[in-house]
Nanobody, 125 residues
Framework: QVQLVESGGGLVQPGGSLRLSCAAS????????MGWYRQAPGKERELVARIISGGSTNYADSVKGRFTISRDNAKNMVYLQMNSLRPEDTAVYYC???????????????????WGQGTLVTVSS
């Protein structure tokens, strides 16, 4: 079964930094794209940053210049370096991947969209 596991969330003061990590595991042939989404209380889930297999990235306007997404293709991992954090960055952050792998009910490779369980980031003094 393909799964994503995030780590690195926590409590940080405004202006501080955190680094989130996400590891993909299971039977995976290739990962086309990985990204980070977030959901604040009472709000819809939104894209934070995304990186595709060729290395191109895109960011939400609200995090440009403060957050950096990167990948380690050899380890099937994606990272989100978050600097100059603001209270409005408080949310549950979810890792997302679009990949070619074998799901929990399949025996052949297929394209799957997979989500992690989420990690809470709280920015507060």
């Amino acid at each position: 079964q393909v799964q994503l596991v995030e780590s690195g969330g926590g409590l940080v003061q405004p202006g501080g930094s955190l680094r989130l990590s996400c590891a993909a595991s299971g039977i995976i042939r290739s990962i086309e794209a990985m990204g980070w989404y977030r959901q604040a209380p009472g709000k819809e889930r939104e894209l934070v940053a995304r990186i595709i297999s060729g290395g191109s990235t895109n960011y939400a306007d609200s995090v440009k210049g403060r957050f950096t997404i990167s990948r380690d293709n050899a380890k099937n991992m994606v990272y989100l370096q978050m600097n100059s954090l603001r209270p409005e960055d408080t949310a549950v952050y979810y890792c997302n991947a679009y990949l070619l792998g074998i799901g929990s009910v399949g025996t052949q490779y297929s394209y799957l969209e997979v989500w992690g369980q989420g990690t809470l980031v709280t920015v507060s003094s």
